[in-house]
């Protein structure tokens, strides 16, 4: 990698996050260190979810801790995890464009969320903060039956990502 595609990688965080260079160079460093990911597997992952993570209220550092341990559990490519969690992220925050509603999609993920106990809607009915409901589920997770984990993982990740969201609750 060379500087002008790293620079490229941490531009591209910075203009989809809203946040400074500073601050993405340093998140994307603090979360190679923590995990198996590398600077540059991390920034590649992050430039393809970037915008859809900001979209669904997730932080720079939520982003790329989530991007970091996918990349360590699963082993798979920087950019099918950053197009994973964009994919999953639609999922979770897919409404109607004209009229505002939810689509069958985000009824099925309320309705998947209600039957193990997360909420999934503030009380004036907005969808919360994608990572909130991630970590509420995670939560309790391991409480949850086989059948319970596959129900929540089929809809909220759809049947390609299910091992994707299987490797984000842990």
């Known amino acids: 990698t ?3 595609q790293s620079m490229q990688t941490v531009t591209a965080a910075v203009e989809a996050m809203k946040v400074s260079h500073t601050r993405a160079a340093d998140v994307i460093l603090k979360a190679s260190q923590i995990s198996a990911a590398d600077v540059e597997g991390i920034g590649e ?3 393809k979810t970037a915008s859809s993570a900001y979209a669904a209220g ?3 550092e939520q982003t790329s801790g989530i ?4 990349i360590q ?4 490519g920087s950019s099918t995890i950053g197009n994973s969690l964009k994919t999953i992220l639609a999922r979770f925050n897919a409404v109607n464009e004209e009229t505002g ?6 009824n099925k993920i309320h309705e998947a969320l209600k039957s193990i106990g997360v909420e999934y809607l503030t009380a004036d009915g907005q969808i919360r903060n994608t990572y909130d409901v991630l970590k509420d589920t995670s939560e309790i997770w391991d409480t949850l039956t086989k059948n319970q984990q596959a129900y ?3 809809v909220g990740a759809g049947v390609r ?3 994707r969201f299987y490797s984000i609750m842990q």
């Open 2 to 4: 060379t500087v002008a």
């Open 45 to 47: 992952a992050l430039s």
């Open 58 to 60: 997730l932080s720079i």
């Open 67 to 70: 991007m970091s341990g996918l």
């Open 73 to 76: 559990v699963t082993q798979e």
């Open 101 to 106: 509603g939810y689509n069958e999609d985000l």
């Open 152 to 154: 929540v993982a089929t």
């Open 161 to 163: 990502m299910q091992s």
